[in-house]
């Protein structure tokens, strides 16, 4: 059995909290660092890395590469200044992508 | 619009074998891209559902480390979360939906830090970080799910966006094409006897007339 850890990406204030549960915490402030953390932590065994929409959004292509592997897999979550949006938009983006059509969000959006 | 193939009878006959497996692949893709279609919208809705759910419990324990750490000085702070009982650790386990790995993402949890996840005394601590930290621990189980879901539904999406791609390659480029020039050869060939026939009969009757 393989073991693998959990890591969290994201604005120290938002991501403290997680560093009590035994959850590798990485914080950062800007694009730049954020790449260098996630470099460093595809090289461990991560199996979920969670991080914040805001330091997502700065690092899109990092993050897309690492959509197409099995492993690690990455979570969005909102920061505390609340969310936006971009986790529901990736699930939109996919049911898009496969279906065609929008068929989760079409009803309620409009 | 058909593929270029000399009018011969070896020719028809390996077409009409591709047209065969041809016919048999496309039955089978759409098969696939059906009950991948069946899992994935199971998958999105589930998704979609955690997602808010764990979304707002996010959002309240923010709220809650928030005033934490307005109550609390940033030092006390950092000292009471500074070493965590135990580390999250997850075991990772492939799952084959229709020929796509996903992982199957488990926690490993200890059975000592359950149910109380706080690693520090109370005396030096607010209440409110208490709450905050208690809502993190409930919440954890779920976003590891979440991350589990989400990657399932993205490495689904895209084997469905390939599978219909191939199924409509198949069913309106590849199978028209060979139809169509099946169809060309057996009229070629069709004519050909014909000709031969023709010929048969005029040279007959060429014979017969020299020996009258």
């Known amino acids: ?110 | 619009m058909e593929i270029r193939v000399n009018p011969t009878r070896m020719e028809f006959n390996r077409l009409k074998g591709r047209l065969k497996m041809a016919q048999r692949g496309h039955k089978l893709l759409k098969d696939k891209r059906d009950e991948l279609m069946r899992v994935f919208l199971k998958l999105v809705r589930e998704n979609k559902e955690l997602r808010t759910s764990v979304e707002k419990e996010l959002s309240r324990s923010f709220a809650n480390f928030l005033l934490a750490s307005a109550v609390m000085s940033g030092e006390t702070l950092e000292e009471a979360i500074m070493y965590p009982k135990a580390a999250v650790k997850v075991d990772v386990k492939t799952k084959n939906v229709m020929s796509v790995h996903v992982p199957q993402i488990t926690n490993l949890e200890d059975k000592e830090t359950e149910g109380d996840a706080t690693p520090y005394g109370f005396a030096n601590t607010s209440g409110e970080l208490d709450s905050s930290i208690d809502t993190l621990a409930k919440v954890l189980p779920h976003l590891i799910r979440l991350a589990e879901l989400e990657k399932a539904v993205y490495l689904l999406a895209d084997e469905i966006d390939k599978t219909r791609r191939r199924v409509n390659a198949l069913e309106h480029v590849l199978i028209p094409q060979l139809q169509h020039t099946i169809k060309y050869i057996s009229m070629k060939l069709d004519e050909n006897e014909r000709g031969a026939l023709v010929r048969l009969m005029k040279i007959k009757d060429i014979v017969r007339g020299d020996k009258k």
């Open chain 1, 1 to 110: 059995m393989s073991m693998y850890k959990v890591a969290v990406v994201g604005d120290k204030n938002s991501i403290l909290g997680f560093k009590a549960l035994g959850v590798a915490t990485y914080p950062v402030t800007g694009g730049d660092e954020a790449a260098r953390a996630l470099s460093e932590i595809v090289r461990e065994k991560v199996a979920v890395i969670c991080i914040t929409e805001a330091v997502a959004e700065q690092i899109k292509p990092q993050l897309e590469e690492l959509n197409k592997r099995l492993l690690p897999a990455v979570v969005l979550i909102p920061n505390n200044q609340g969310s936006l949006g971009l986790g529901m938009m990736q699930i939109k983006k996919n049911a898009e992508k496969a279906i065609g059509a929008d068929i989760l969000f079409g009803k309620e959006g409009s």
